[in-house]
């Protein structure tokens, strides 16, 4: 099956500081990457949908320029949490999605998420 | 958006066949209903999705009512390592395949 992979698996800065993750589809290529953040005990959240070569779409709520989404390849999206504070500490989670037919028929696959926790 | 609505949580033996249950009174015609699970520190994971027919998928099976407002998964055999939150989605072209995560279902599994 498809792989997503995510690096690194943990990180733990100093606030204030900026944490970069990425996200790579590691035998297929994805034209359209989701972000999400999951805190403690809750669901998944979407925060961005970044499509390669063009600007991510942000959900409502979520601050573009604090979250700083690159989509340079088909094959890698990186999310950059900038200027990070210990609110911003949580579960980041990336999919890629497999077209298969429609988007209501494709299926996402997910990285193994980024526990991330600023200090 | 048309959502769903899961029970908090189920438990089950090994080796039993588990039903988890999940209500989408509103669907739409065109909604997909999807189902993904995560386990315990880990992202999600694709486990199967159907639109009218009954699916079958070396997971699990997907059971959907005839009125499409509900629909079952089904696990023939729980293993301990089938323990995870079961989210059951609905997905629609016009939402760009986004996916909307309700609270799941916890399904724990006793040895």
């Known amino acids: 099956g498809a792989v997503v992979s995510q690096h690194p698996s943990w990180v733990i800065c100093k606030s204030g500081t900026s944490v970069k993750i990425e996200c790579r589809s590691l035998?297929?290529?994805?034209?359209?990457m989701f972000w999400y953040r999951q805190f403690p005990k809750q669901s998944l959240m979407l925060m961005a949908t970044?499509?390669?070569?063009?600007?991510?779409?942000?959900e409502q709520g979520v601050e573009k320029d604090k979250f700083l989404i690159n989509h340079a390849s088909l094959t890698l999206s990186t999310l950059t949490v900038t200027s990070a504070h210990p609110e911003d500490s949580s579960f980041y989670i990336c999919?890629?999605?497999?077209?298969?037919?429609?988007?209501?028929?494709?299926?996402?696959?997910f990285g193994p998420g980024t526990r991330l926790t600023v200090l | 958006d048309a959502k769903t609505t899961q029970p908090n949580s189920m438990e089950s033996n090994e080796e039993e066949p588990v039903h988890l249950p999940c209500n989408h009174s509103t669907i739409s015609g065109t909604d997909y209903i999807h189902w993904y699970r995560q386990l315990p520190s880990q992202g999600p994971e694709y486990v199967i999705h159907?639109?009218?027919s009954n699916v079958n998928n070396r997971m699990a099976s997907l059971a959907i009512a005839e009125d499409r407002k509900s629909s079952t998964l089904i696990l023939h055999r729980a293993t301990l390592r089938d323990a995870a939150v079961y989210y059951c989605i609905l997905v629609n072209n016009n939402a760009g395949n986004m996916l909307t995560f309700g609270g799941g279902t916890r399904l724990m599994v006793k040895p």
């Open positions: 035998d297929f290529q994805a034209t359209t």
């Open positions: 999919s890629a999605r497999i077209p298969s037919g429609g988007p209501s028929t494709d299926t996402q696959y």
């Open positions: 970044s499509n390669e070569g063009s600007k991510a779409t942000y």
């Open positions: 159907g639109l009218t």
